[in-house]
């Protein structure tokens, strides 16, 4: 399995936002998001292949009960499945983060599913072949159902513009019955003002129809920095 990196920090999303966490993040994406946080792990993918028992062993190094498995992908990975039976068996909780366009028979106590919305793409003209790659697979409602009715879950969308909250919307009443507590809406950005800024529409939002506003804590502790 290849791993960008291995850290420990605090989770700064979701419904566990302020948990101590090892992140173990691979390398690898089947997408393309434009506003990608984390190239080293899609754009440009970086890191080393680990046997799953190396995996394990740098998470034992960290005092920490809850482990994070993020990307990139890592659903592309079919050692994610081995690596979580033994995460298990140490009794450590598991948040997989997926974008919920590939399904693997795995453990784990959350699944942070995270739907890609139709202006998520690259430029066209720029990347022509990953921006095909990415509106063919971007959208896999029926992997996502599949996801909520099987896990614990999280639904965690970034929201770049006003004019998304339809797709959303539509997104949702596709899905079926989803627990609109376990909705999250995040705005995309990685700098403070930008995200106070759409936090000024987005958060009334949230309240006004139920779902659960998603801040990103870990921009506001650290910065956009790696490891983190």
């Given at each position: 399995?290849?791993?960008?990196?291995?850290?420990?920090?605090?989770?700064?999303?979701?419904?566990?936002?302020?948990?101590?966490?090892?992140?173990?993040?691979?390398s690898?994406?089947?997408?393309?998001?434009?506003?990608?946080?984390?190239?080293?792990?899609?754009?440009?993918?970086?890191?080393?292949?680990?046997?799953v028992?190396?995996?394990?062993?740098?998470?034992?190094?960290?005092?920490?009960?809850?482990?994070?498995?993020?990307?990139?992908?890592?659903?592309?990975?079919?050692?994610?499945?081995?690596?979580?039976?033994?995460?298990?068996?140490?009794?450590?909780?598991?948040?997989?983060?997926?974008?919920?366009?590939?399904?693997?028979?795995?453990?784990?106590?959350l699944?942070?599913?995270?739907?890609?919305?139709?202006?998520?793409?690259?430029?066209?003209?720029?990347?022509?072949?990953?921006?095909?790659?990415?509106?063919?697979?971007?959208?896999?409602?029926?992997?996502?159902?599949?996801?909520?009715t099987?896990?614990?879950?999280?639904?965690?969308?970034?929201?770049?513009?006003?004019?998304?909250?339809?797709?959303?919307?539509?997104?949702l009443?596709?899905?079926?019955?989803?627990?609109?507590?376990?909705?999250?809406?995040m705005?995309?950005?990685?700098?403070?003002?930008?995200?106070?800024?759409?936090?000024?529409?987005?958060?009334?939002?949230?309240?006004?129809?139920?779902?659960?506003?998603?801040?990103?804590?870990?921009?506001?502790?650290?910065?956009?920095v790696?490891?983190?």
């Amino acid at each position: 399995m290849r791993i960008a990196e291995i850290y420990r920090s605090i989770q700064g999303e979701g419904l566990l936002t302020g948990t101590p966490s090892v992140f173990v993040r691979a390398s690898g994406c089947n997408l393309r998001c434009w506003f990608c946080d984390t190239p080293h792990a899609s754009w440009s993918p970086e890191g080393v292949d680990l046997a799953v028992d190396e995996i394990v062993a740098q998470i034992e190094e960290w005092d920490c009960r809850h482990v994070v498995i993020t990307g990139g992908e890592p659903m592309l990975f079919a050692e994610l499945i081995p690596l979580c039976e033994k995460l298990r068996l140490q009794r450590r909780h598991i948040t997989i983060e997926t974008a919920g366009t590939l399904y693997l028979p795995v453990i784990c106590d959350l699944m942070s599913v995270s739907p890609k919305l139709s202006g998520s793409g690259p430029d066209a003209d720029r990347h022509p072949h990953w921006r095909r790659r990415h509106e063919q697979t971007r959208h896999r409602p029926e992997i996502v159902r599949r996801l909520l009715t099987e896990f614990d879950y999280q639904v965690k969308f970034v929201v770049d513009e006003r004019n998304e909250l339809d797709e959303i919307e539509q997104w949702l009443d596709d899905l079926g019955k989803v627990d609109r507590e376990r909705v999250l809406l995040m705005p995309q950005g990685v700098e403070q003002g930008e995200l106070a800024c759409k936090a000024e529409w987005l958060r009334p939002y949230c309240q006004d129809n139920g779902y659960t506003y998603c801040p990103r804590k870990h921009i506001e502790w650290f910065g956009s920095v790696r490891g983190t």
